[in-house]
């Protein structure tokens, strides 16, 4: 049993794959170029955003919006203390300095409601705060209709990182389509996943979409006109026609994957009713991509739990196993432990279970068993 299996969607697709592939070898067009040109217009459509931009990375996607949105040092950024590291890592990277709100105990993400309450503990601090980065984890949008109410009455942008949550809405909205600007990630064992890495920033603007088409060639608005500072962050032609192909697909194995995630709760209700467990839950006004499906280990130590596991032939994966205020390239920020309670007893209990379109329900009735197993033994 793989965690993600790459392969089993390779062989759903194969035929169309290598046609792609060997168009492109044929093309001679490797770096942007008509096959960029027609998934930025195919995810714009999808998404509903006016505008999308393919760049490298998912990492790069962040970067590249909050440059366009001006961060940079003496401006703070407020997000989640629950992510992945690029998300606090671009921040840093453009100068800026991070500031955390706690999590949701249900969802992980970023809790609105202690949003304005921080937000003024900066402000009296004399901090100028220059917008929001909210984290759609897991598959999942964020509460963003209260995040961009408090943002727009205080002036702030808000960005969604997106890069697990492409293929979710929010109240009939797609995510990418919730913020002034959003950035998604298509490395390989994501929702929506191509060969390597590879990403897109969607934005409403522009001006805006047009900065980041600027900014991933090196700020060149023209061969050779350098009209900013930017960076190498261009999506090659390859890795958009294979995206190309799965998006053809795309919605079908959403509900696939939303298909095994019900599977799963329903194989695990048992051990959640006996408060072994705490089951992934998805707000009715939701839907969710599942990029993971993430439970929190209750009666276990979790890294236990996960060898026990791993050694009955199950993979696991532990997304993510500690807060990023805590991590060294943070240190200097002087965070202590405590200030993020609920993100800090995520980090602690979080595991993930095999989770791709493609699992079978065998596959799952053994995930099922195996966790029983070990939570009991």
Known sequence: MKFIDLNRQYNNYQGELEETLLRVARSGQYILGPEVEAL???????????????????????????????????????????????????????????????????????DPELLGPELDRLEKLGKKVKGIVVVSLYGQCADMDPINEVASKRGLFVMEDACQSLGATYKGRASCNLTDVAATSFFPSKPLGCFGDGGMVFTQDEKMADLFK????????????????????????????????????????????????????????????????????????????????????????????????????????????????????????????GQFEKAERAAQQVLSLPMHAFIEEAEQIKVAEALGRALKA
Do not use: C, W
């Open 214 to 337: 600027a900014l991933r060639i090196h700020g060149d608005t023209g061969r050779y006109q350098h009209e900013y500072l930017g960076i190498n962050g261009r999506l090659d032609a390859l890795q958009a026609a294979i995206l190309r192909v799965k998006l053809k697909h795309f919605k079908e194995e959403i509900g696939l994957r939303q298909r095994a995630a019900h599977r799963y709760m329903e194989l695990l209700s048992g051990l959640e009713e006996e408060g072994h467990i705490k089951l992934p839950r998805i707000d009715p006004e939701k839907s969710s991509v599942f990029a993971q499906f993430t439970i929190r280990v209750l009666t276990k130590e979790r890294d236990a739990l996960a060898k026990a596991m791993t050694e009955q032939g199950v993979p696991v994966a532990v997304h993510y196993p500690e807060a990023l205020p805590f991590l060294r390239p943070l240190e200097h920020l002087g965070f202590k432990r």
């Open 40 to 110: 930025e217009k195919e995810l714009s459509a999808f998404t509903g955003a006016n505008f999308a931009v393919g760049v490298s990375s998912g990492t790069d996607a962040l970067l590249l919006g909050l440059m366009a949105l001006g961060v940079g040092p003496g401006d703070v950024v407020v997000t989640t203390p629950f992510s992945f590291f690029a998300t606090v890592e671009t921040i840093m990277l453009l100068g800026a300095e991070p500031a955390f709100v706690d999590i949701e105990e249900d969802t992980f993400n970023l």
